[in-house]
């Protein structure tokens, strides 16, 4: 079991910035990626960006260039620093980890926090 607690969210203007943090704690020996994922009102969840324990990135077309994912290994923390929030970006925001172990992969998910970028 993996427990994912997030910190960080917000009431932002739009071109203003904020810093998202997700601390796993558990069998975190197991995972294998770490990501952050989003819901606005309506709509699907969708793919932030992701990190693998290498260090490898992926991000959503629509956040490259103004989000950046990291993590720290030795707090067993990643990051999403977003940066030029848009009003498109509100949304509840998801950290995930991927785990392999005996029982095959699964997935964890934090609780959510919400980010709003209004004026």
């Known amino acids: 079991q993996v427990q994912l607690v997030e910190s960080g969210g917000g009431l932002v203007q739009p071109g203003g910035s904020l810093r998202l943090s997700c601390a796993a704690s558990?069998?975190?020996?197991?995972?294998?990626?770490m990501g952050w994922y989003r819901q606005a009102p309506g709509k699907q969840r969708e793919l932030v960006a992701t990190?693998?324990?290498?260090?490898?990135?992926n991000y959503v077309d629509s956040v490259k260039g103004r989000f950046t994912i990291s993590r720290d290994n030795a707090k067993n923390t990643v990051y999403l620093q977003m940066n030029s929030l848009k009003p498109e970006d509100t949304a509840v925001y998801y950290c995930?980890?991927?785990?392999?172990?005996?029982?095959?992969?699964?997935?964890?998910w934090g609780q959510g926090t919400q980010v709003t970028v209004s004026s």
């Open positions: 995930n980890a991927k785990t392999i172990g005996p029982s095959g992969r699964n997935d964890y």
């Open positions: 990190i693998t324990n290498g260090g490898s990135t």
């Open positions: 558990g069998s975190i020996f197991s995972i294998y990626a």
